[in-house]
C-alpha cells in the first residue's frame, strides 16, 4: 500500500513550478489562522549567501511584486519571484514534525550540493 501512495505522490508532482505537499499546505493554513491574516501568502525565495552560496527563505508576504508566480495549494497561496523560480522548478515543499525534527523542508531536484546547514544548495 505504500508503494501505491508514493506512486501518487510522484504523478503529482509539477516538474515546472513549485510543489507544496498537503500535509505543508495544511501547516501554512493552521498558522494563518492562527494569525488571524487571510491577507498574507507564503513567499519561497531563493537567495544569495549561506555555505554553498545560495539558501532558501520561506516567509509569509502580503506584498505582490511583479514577475511572481502564484500556485493555489488547497486554498493556500503559494508566491515565487520570477528570480527564484527557475531554482524551485519541481521543487516539493513538505513540513515534518518528529521527535528529531519540526519544520517545513525543501526537496530540490536542482540542487546539485548542500551543506550540513540545511538551507543551502548550489
Known amino acids: 500500500m ?3 501512495v508514493h506512486a501518487t505522490t510522484e504523478t503529482q508532482i509539477r ?7 498537503d500535509t505543508a499546505a495544511g501547516k501554512v493554513r493552521s498558522l494563518l489562522e492562527q494569525e488571524g491574516r ?7 525565495a531563493v537567495q544569495p ?3 554553498s552560496g ?3 527563505q520561506l516567509f509569509f508576504d502580503e506584498r505582490t ?3 511572481d508566480v502564484v500556485t493555489d495549494f488547497d ?6 519571484d520570477r528570480m527564484s523560480s527557475p531554482y524551485l522548478n519541481g521543487a516539493v515543499i513538505d513540513f515534518v514534525d518528529t521527535i528529531e525534527k519540526q519544520g517545513f523542508t525543501i526537496d530540490n531536484p536542482n540542487a546539485s550540493g548542500s551543506c550540513a546547514c540545511g538551507d543551502s544548495f548550489h
Do not use: A, M
Open 38 to 44: 487571510d491577507d498574507l501568502q507564503l513567499r519561497i
Open 49 to 51: 549567501g549561506g555555505c
Open 2 to 4: 505504500t508503494d501505491q
Open 15 to 21: 516538474p515546472d513550478g513549485i510543489n507544496v505537499s
Open 54 to 56: 545560495l539558501r532558501y
Open 75 to 80: 486554498g493556500v497561496s503559494v508566491v515565487v
Open 65 to 67: 511584486l511583479d514577475g
